[in-house]
C-alpha cells in the first residue's frame, strides 16, 4: 500500500490547487492519503502547532 501525507503551502489550504485532483486520483485505490488542513494566519506558522497534527496523523502511517 502507498502512503502519501501532503503538507499544504503558507496561507494554504487542504482543499485548494491540485489537491482536489489528486483525491480523486487515488480514491478507490489501494493506497492511503491524507492531506490534513494546519492552522494558518496571515504572518506565521507556529511549528509546535503543525508538529502536533502530524504526530496524530504519524500513528496512522506507522501503526
Not at 496561507?11 to 490534513?36: A, H, M, T
Not at 494558518?40 to 501503526?63: C, M, R
Amino acid at each position: 500500500m502507498k502512503n502519501y501525507f501532503i503538507i499544504h503551502g503558507f496561507k494554504g489550504s487542504n482543499i485548494e490547487n491540485w489537491f482536489p485532483w489528486f483525491k480523486k486520483q487515488v480514491d478507490n485505490r489501494d493506497c492511503l492519503y491524507i492531506i490534513p488542513q494546519f492552522p494558518i494566519d496571515d504572518k506565521h506558522h507556529i511549528y509546535s502547532e503543525w508538529k502536533e497534527i502530524i504526530d496524530v496523523y504519524n500513528k496512522e502511517f506507522n501503526g
